[in-house]
C-alpha cells in the first residue's frame, strides 16, 4: 500500500497515538506500507522541516508496533493458554507413597484465561478437598479468585474480586467483605503460577539478578523470589524426571515460605514435581 501526504508549511502534526496515526498499525498487519510526502515546488523550502518530523513520528511508529505486537502474539501463543493444559499429579508422602492427587487445569474462554487447582488427599484424620479457581485477562491480571477448602465436615469458602482500574480487591468470608488496596495487574497464586513460567518461556525472567521476583495477592500482599539452582534429575515416587530446578520463596506479614519446583525445558514449562517442607516433613508432587 502507498500513503500519499501532502505536506504544507505549516502542516498539522499527528503524533503517534492519534487518530491518524492509530490507523497504521491496523494497517500494516494486512499490507506492505510505502510512505510518500509531497508539496508544491514553491512551498518544498518551507514545508521539508514537517514532513522530515512526519517521516520520524512514522518511521518510529513502525519500528516500535512490531516488536510490541511480536511480544503480544508470543504470549498469547503459549501452548497452556492457547491450547489448554490439564496436569494431574500424585502426592507423595516422604516414604514415596501416594496419599492423594492433584489437578493444574488452564484453558481460554474468549478474552479471559481460566484457571483451576484442585486438591484430594486421603489423611489419617479426615479427607481434605481443596479447590481454587481463578480468572484473569490475556496478560494474566486477576479479575476473580476463588477457593474452597474442606477439611472433613468443615468447609471455607473465599472469593475475591480484583477491580485492576481502581487498584482493589474484595475478599469476601463467611459473609464478611474486607477492601485491600493493590498494586497495578495484581495476581492471585495461581495467575502468578501460569506468569512465571510463561516469562520463563519467553526469556523474559531474569534469573540470577534482584529482578527475578514476582507477587501475588492472598488475603494479603506475598512478595515472591525466584532462584535457579541447576538442570538435574528429581526422582520421586517411582518416576525420574528432568528438569530445571527453582527455588520459590514466598513473604508476607505471617513469615518465609520456600519450596523447590523441577520444570521441564519445554515451550509450556511443564512443572514436573514440586517438594514442599513442612514441620513434620517434606511431602512432594509428581506429574503422572
Known amino acids: 500500500m502507498v500513503i500519499l501526504s501532502p505536506v504544507a508549511p505549516d502542516p498539522v502534526h499527528h503524533e503517534p497515538g492519534s487518530a491518524v496515526f492509530s490507523l497504521f498499525p491496523a494497517l500494516r498487519e494486512s499490507f506492505e506500507i510505502l510512505f510518500a510526502g509531497f508539496s508544491p515546488d514553491g512551498i518544498r523550502t518551507q514545508a521539508q522541516p514537517g514532513l522530515s518530523q512526519l517521516c520520524r513520528s512514522l518511521l518510529l511508529l513502525l519500528l516500535i508496533f512490531p516488536a510490541s505486537l511480536m511480544a503480544q502474539s508470543a504470549s498469547s501463543s503459549w501452548p497452556p493458554l492457547a491450547s ?23 484453558s481460554r474462554v474468549g478474552e479471559q484465561i481460566h484457571l483451576k487447582a484442585t486438591v484430594v488427599a486421603e489423611l489419617p484424620q479426615h479427607r481434605v478437598s481443596y479447590s481454587f479457581t481463578s480468572i484473569t485477562d490475556q496478560q494474566l491480571c486477576s479479575i476473580r479468585f476463588n477457593e474452597t477448602l474442606r477439611e472433613g465436615q468443615k468447609t471455607t469458602e473465599t472469593s475475591s474480586e480484583f477491580d485492576q482500574e481502581k487498584h482493589v480487591v474484595r475478599s469476601t468470608r463467611a459473609g464478611a467483605t474486607t477492601e485491600h488496596a493493590i498494586p497495578a495487574c495484581a495476581r492471585d497464586p495461581l495467575a502468578l503460577h501460569y506468569h512465571f513460567r510463561r516469562q520463563l518461556a519467553l526469556g523474559q525472567v531474569p534469573i540470577g539478578t534482584p529482578e527475578a521476583v514476582g507477587a501475588f495477592y492472598l488475603g494479603g500482599d506475598y512478595a515472591v ?32 515460605r520456600s519450596f523447590e519446583m ?27
Open 84 to 106: 489448554g493444559e490439564r496436569l494431574t499429579f500424585n502426592l507423595l508422602w516422604p516414604s514415596g507413597i501416594s496419599f492423594g492427587e492433584a489437578f493444574l487445569e488452564a
Open 225 to 256: 523470589r525466584y532462584e535457579a539452582i541447576t538442570p538435574e534429575s528429581v526422582k520421586l515416587g517411582s518416576k525420574e524426571w528432568e528438569g530445571q530446578r527453582y527455588l520459590i520463596t514466598a513473604r508476607g506479614s505471617s513469615g518465609e
Open 262 to 288: 523441577w520444570l521441564r525445558p519445554d515451550d509450556a514449562r511443564t512443572p514436573v514435581a514440586i517438594r514442599i517442607p513442612f514441620s513434620l516433613a517434606t511431602f512432594s508432587a509428581e506429574l503422572q
